[in-house]
Structure formats: C-alpha cells, structure tokens
C-alpha cells in the first residue's frame, strides 16, 4: 500500500507533512444557475489546486435543482494539459426523468479524458421539472505539473429555465502520490 506522503522511520512530523497527506474540499455557498447557454463553462466554486505534479484522486457530490427535464445538465473538467484523466459520473440517466424523482440510474465512465475547451467529450445527468436531483463524480487524474481542478458544466440542450447547480455540492481532492 502506497501512502502519501511516504513515512520513512525516524523521520520528523511536521505539520506541513500532516497536512500534505489530507484532502483539499471546497462546496458551494449559493445556488449556480445556468441559463441558454450549451456552452461548458467553470463552476464559480467547485475548483481546487493541484499544487504540484502527481496523481490524485477526486470526488465530487453534485446537487441539481429542479429545471427544464429537456435541458439536462453536462459536465466535463478542466486539469492541466497532457494530463491522463479517468473519471465517472453516477446519476440519473438523461431523459429519464420529466418531473419525478426516480428514473433510470446510469453509471458513465470517460478514460483519457480531455480537459474541456482541448476537444473534450461530455457526461450527461437528467434534470427533473418536480424536484432537485444528484449525480457522482469521480475519478483519477495523473498531472505533470501544477494547476487546478475544475468541474465545468452547462446545459445539454438550451432552455429559458435555468438548470442549477445547489448550495452544498462539493469537490474533494486527494493527492495519492
């Protein structure tokens, strides 16, 4: 079993080695919402750094609020170039939901992942008209250098109605070596 960061015997505890070793986590203080726009875009609030070359793994809770069931929500993330990025996203298959709160559940997965803006694919979670909903993201991400993490997102299909990401959905990140 790999740690991070590797303990040698005798060697000196220092917070800084402490705090290396724990994850970085930001949420959102307000409601996001997005309005007519497909347009993949940054979270205000859901980025954190990568203070240095390594691999790291992330976690993020995505809560959705109620919006156009035709819109749907896409996302994708932002990490520095020549990255390898696997990742996934668990929620509500797209369509499935029109105004309830249970549909298809569906689980994508996205290996080699681009970051957004450099040719990048999407995953796709259903928004519901009747009700707040969740989605799962996770992953891997191997980077050559520092930078940031940052989950872009917008509307898979342009609606009026604003498709919101809610006060509360967070983003970890923990470095793994």
């Given amino acids: ?101 249970s549909g298809s559940g569906e689980y994508f997965a996205m290996r080699n992942a681009q970051p957004s803006g450099a040719g990048s694919t999407y995953l796709s979670v259903a928004v519901s008209s009747g009700a707040p909903t969740w989605a799962h993201v996770e992953g891997i991400l191997t980077t050559p250098a520092a930078g940031a993490l940052t989950l872009v997102w917008a509307q898979v299909t342009s609606s009026a109605t604003a498709t919101k990401l809610l006060a509360g959905s967070h983003l970890e990140l923990r470095r793994r070596a």
């Fill in 1 to 101: 079993m790999t740690t991070f960061p590797p303990w040698a015997a005798g060697q000196r505890i220092t917070g800084a080695a402490l705090r290396a070793g724990l994850p970085d986590w930001t949420s959102k203080p307000i409601d996001e919402p997005r309005t007519s726009t497909t347009t993949l875009q940054a979270d205000l609030h859901l980025t954190l750094p990568l203070p240095a070359a390594g691999v790291y793994t992330f976690d993020a809770q995505l809560f959705i609020g109620a919006g156009d069931s035709a819109a749907d929500l896409k996302l994708a993330l932002n990490f520095p170039a020549a990255s390898t990025c696997h990742f996934g996203v668990l929620g509500a298959h797209p369509g499935s939901l029109t105004s309830g709160t």
